[in-house]
Each structure stands twice: as structure tokens, then as C-alpha cells.
């Protein structure tokens, strides 16, 4: 099968990145792990419209654990880059907080998590990456299907480019137009991920900050535009950082 320009978007460790694409192996990771499991429906304390997320040190050392609540499922799970770190013990001890031990388990699965895009997306000719195998996930949160559409529309719109000119540089325009766009954030987000997670103490008080309804109220009012909302958050946490830090 022939081709004048193959997309790449095949996860996170991508192996279309790892033949053709230079610098592929300088990834980050964050190691993800969750148990669906049947939702403890008239359990004492559940809640079906409630997510619940944990940063504490004996769920991750280095990320967070989650709770989230699909109808008739649950996902339990959580992430850590330390790669001696017993994802499936940690899980299980995060099922014992959350009261989730005895629910039926109906699955369980496991999948890396790129933090930091990739230094180039595409090899110059006719092949280009997209979504996790670009690397597009946000650090801190780990949010990632925002950026892997928006990665893909700027791709496309670059590829085509290129097709139509016959000029392969314009491959490039893909991810120089996403970096613009986001790069300033996962940046932020990276210092934020580096910094708060690194103990339980910073952790706690990295919650204390997100529970405060001022800061609440300033992301509610902050949210419809995007890029400038997050810019001010997350400078506005960092202020805060510096000042909690000592």
C-alpha cells in the first residue's frame, strides 16, 4: 500500500513515531492503570453525578487517583511515573478508601500517558503524528481528548497544505500552530504537576487553593475564554505557590 501522507494516531509510544519520526523516544510518561468495576448503586455515600479525585501519597507519589462514576461501571484507577511503583497495590488501596473493595471488578487495563509533546511531529515527507502519539497531553491533569482534536484539525489543516503545494515543510506549520496555541499552558501546568505533587503536604495544600470559592468563581467566570482563563488561573496559582511554598 502506497501513500503520499500517512497520519500517525496510534497512541502514546507510538510506533509510527518510533520508525520515521526523529526524537520520538525523548517522550514523558505517567504510567495509568484503573479496574471498571460494577457501581455500588444504594451504597451509603455514592453518588452517580460525583467525581472524585486523590492526591495523596499512598494512591500516587507523583500524579493523582480518580473515581469515575459511567452509569452501570465505575473507573477506579491512577497514574505514576515511577516505574517501580505497584500500580494495581495502589489502585487497591484507593478502592479500600473509597469504600470500593467488595464491588465486582469487570475488567482491568492499563495504558502510558504522555505529559510533554513530542520535539518534532512529522519526518519531513509524508509522515506526521497526532493526539497521544504526538504527545498532546496536559500535565497536572492529564487531560487529553481536547487537545488530541485540536491537534488533529491543525494537522489535517497542515497536510493539506503540504499536499496541495507540493511543499513537505508544511508539515511543520502543525505543530508550530498547536505549541503557539497550548504551549504556554502544559508549560505551567508542567511546573504546577512538578511542584504540588511532590508531597503530601504540597498536595494538601494544592486542594486547599482549588477549594477556595474565589478561585472556584474566578475559573467559573474565566471559562469561555479559553486560553486567556487558563493563562490567569494558572498564573494566579503560581502566585500562590510561591507564596504557600515557604
Not at 40 to 53: E, F, I, T
Not at 151 to 160: K, M, N, P, S, T
Not at 192 to 199: A, I, V
Amino acid at each position: 500500500m502506497r501513500a503520499r501522507c500517512v497520519v500517525g494516531a496510534d497512541g502514546a509510544r507510538s510506533e509510527v513515531a518510533r520508525q520515521n519520526v526523529p526524537g520520538a523516544d525523548r517522550g514523558r510518561f505517567v504510567f495509568a492503570y484503573h479496574e471498571i468495576i460494577e457501581s455500588p448503586v444504594g451504597q451509603p455515600g455514592y453518588d452517580a453525578a460525583r467525581c472524585d479525585v486523590y492526591y495523596q501519597g499512598e494512591v500516587s507519589p507523583d500524579f493523582y487517583g480518580w473515581v469515575f462514576p459511567h452509569g452501570k461501571t465505575m473507573s477506579v484507577g491512577m497514574g505514576s511515573a515511577d516505574k517501580g511503583y505497584s500500580l494495581r497495590s495502589a489502585t487497591a488501596r484507593l478502592r479500600a478508601i473509597a469504600g470500593l473493595t467488595d464491588a465486582p471488578t469487570l475488567r482491568r487495563e492499563g495504558a502510558p500517558i504522555p505529559l510533554k509533546p513530542l520535539p518534532q511531529w512529522d519526518n519531513g515527507r509524508d509522515v506526521v503524528v497526532i493526539g497521544d502519539a504526538a504527545g498532546v497531553v496536559a500535565p497536572s491533569s492529564g487531560e487529553g481528548i481536547y487537545y488530541a482534536m485540536d491537534c488533529a484539525r491543525r494537522v489535517a489543516q497542515a497536510a493539506h497544505e503540504a499536499l496541495k503545494t507540493d511543499n513537505r515543510a508544511c508539515l511543520k506549520q502543525g505543530r508550530k500552530s498547536f505549541m503557539k496555541q497550548h504551549g504556554k499552558v502544559f508549560w505551567i501546568l508542567g511546573v504546577m504537576q512538578y511542584f504540588w505533587y511532590q508531597n503530601d503536604k504540597r498536595r494538601e495544600k494544592f486542594v486547599k487553593i482549588c477549594e477556595d470559592r474565589d478561585v472556584q468563581r474566578l475559573s467559573d467566570t474565566l471559562r469561555d475564554t479559553y486560553k486567556l482563563g487558563l493563562m490567569i488561573i494558572y498564573g494566579f496559582q503560581m502566585v500562590l505557590l510561591l507564596m504557600f511554598s515557604l
